[in-house]
């Protein structure tokens, strides 16, 4: 069973930086698709990154040029640096994975991924 676990959230302000992981358990597909989602109170669940195992990438516009998203492949973990950060950037942030590659239209789409992590805070104070 796969399980994916997010660590790394906190407070911090605007302008600083952080960096989440999500460590993944129980995975044996050789190829797939990873992305981070953030969700802030009372809003939709919003794609903000995602990657495939080879290393392809793609960022929602509000977030380019200052996030980016990684994968090592021998950690089983995946990674979001977020420098920049604004106060629109506080949310509760999850992963996301499914075992195959990525079709690129779907990503941003929390229905596209099959399995979930539990989420870590990112709270952004101006």
């Known amino acids: 069973q796969v399980q994916l676990v997010e660590s790394g959230g906190g407070s911090v302000q605007a302008g600083g930086s952080l960096r989440l992981s999500c460590a993944a358990s129980?995975?044996?597909?050789?190829?797939?698709?990873m992305g981070w989602f953030r969700q802030a109170p009372g809003k939709e669940r919003e794609g903000v990154a995602a990657?495939?195992?080879?290393?392809?990438?793609r960022y929602a516009d509000s977030v380019k040029g200052r996030f980016t998203i990684s994968l090592d492949n021998a950690k089983k973990t995946l990674y979001l640096q977020m420098n920049s950060l604004k106060p629109e950037d506080s949310a509760m942030y999850y992963c996301?994975?499914?075992?195959?590659?990525?079709?690129?239209?779907?990503?941003?789409?929390?229905?596209?991924?099959?399995?979930w992590g539990q989420g870590t805070q990112v709270t952004v104070s101006s």
């Open positions: 990657i495939q195992s080879d290393g392809e990438s």
């Open positions: 996301a994975a499914r075992g195959t590659s990525c079709a690129w239209a779907a990503v941003s789409r929390a229905w596209y991924y099959g399995f």
């Open positions: 129980g995975y044996t597909y050789s190829t797939y698709c």
